[in-house]
Nanobody, 127 residues
Framework: QVQLVESGGELVQTGGSLRLSCTAPGRTFSGYAVGWFRQAPGKDRDFVAA????????YYADSVKGRFTISSDNAKDTVYLRMNNLEPEDTAVYYC????????????????????WGQGTQVTVSS
């Protein structure tokens, strides 16, 4: 079992920025595709962004395209989600997820393929 830990969520004003981090303590993300999802109260857990195991392919939900950036730092075994120009609609618990894959350049944009999930970090955007 791969344990994932998210951090970086906090309260921020509209238009502000945050950077979320996802780590797997004691392990490496080598061979894993990683995704970020979010869940607002009373709503489903929705896809936000994904990065391939190679780090060379990305995919974003339309609602965050141009504002959010997913990246990986292999030296730190960390996957980041940089969020700019935040809006109240971005308020949610953000989860990272990982899937071991033999497809290095494939991104996974639905929840089902992911085998491992973190506990989430709360992002609140005030208006």
């Amino acid at each position: 079992q791969v344990q994932l830990v998210e951090s970086g969520g906090e309260l921020v004003q509209t238009g502000g920025s945050l950077r979320l981090s996802c780590t797997a303590p004691g392990r490496t993300f080598s061979g894993y595709a990683v995704g970020w999802f979010r869940q607002a109260p009373g709503k489903d857990r929705d896809f936000v962004a994904a990065i391939s195991a190679s780090g060379g392919a990305y995919y974003y939900a339309d609602s965050v395209k141009g504002r959010f950036t997913i990246s990986s730092d292999n030296a730190k075994d960390t996957v980041y989600l940089r969020m700019n120009n935040l809006e109240p609609e971005d308020t949610a618990v953000y989860y990272c997820a990982a899937k071991y894959t033999l497809e290095p350049d494939y991104t996974y944009t639905s929840r089902a393929p992911y085998d491992h999930w973190g506990q989430g970090t709360q992002v609140t955007v005030s208006s």
